[in-house]
């Protein structure tokens, strides 16, 4: 999924090395086109709010727009040209880009990938539990 030594600088710019995900049916299991590609799981920190919209790419999706403030994310990327845009209570937080990091198109180092599995596990299961 992603190497360890990642880095978000100050200006949103990230600096890391992605692996593609050959299967990922945890992340929207009701669009099978988005279970597989580059996946960049983040907590925000020192950040609070009620409400936020996550903006990628300068597309405002209905379904990203004024939901629940989660400091933990996990999106989806494509590639270099990337960007996230981050509004927490109507006030934008950060924009991330991804021009400075690497998408590899080989399959994550086998201890790698079971690390990032037990994290998305773990929010998965978290989410869940906070819907019911």
Do not use: H, W
């Not at 600096?15 to 992340?27: L, R």
């Amino acid at each position: 999924m992603i190497a360890d030594g990642a880095k978000v600088a100050a200006d949103g710019s990230v600096t890391a090395t992605f692996y593609n995900v050959a299967s990922f049916p945890e992340f929207n299991p009701g669009d099978l086109a988005e279970q597989s590609g580059y996946y960049f799981p983040f907590k925000l920190t020192g950040i609070t709010g009620t409400t936020m919209t996550l903006k990628k790419n300068g597309v405002e999706r209905e379904d990203k727009k004024g939901i629940a403030f989660d400091p933990e994310i996990i999106i989806r990327l494509t590639g270099k040209t990337d960007t996230l845009e981050i509004t927490v209570d109507d006030k934008l937080c950060i924009t991330l880009s991804f021009a400075n990091s690497t998408f590899s198109a080989g399959a994550a180092p086998a201890m790698l990938a079971a690390k990032a599995t037990q994290a998305v596990r773990k929010t998965t299961t978290k989410r869940r539990a906070a819907k019911s």
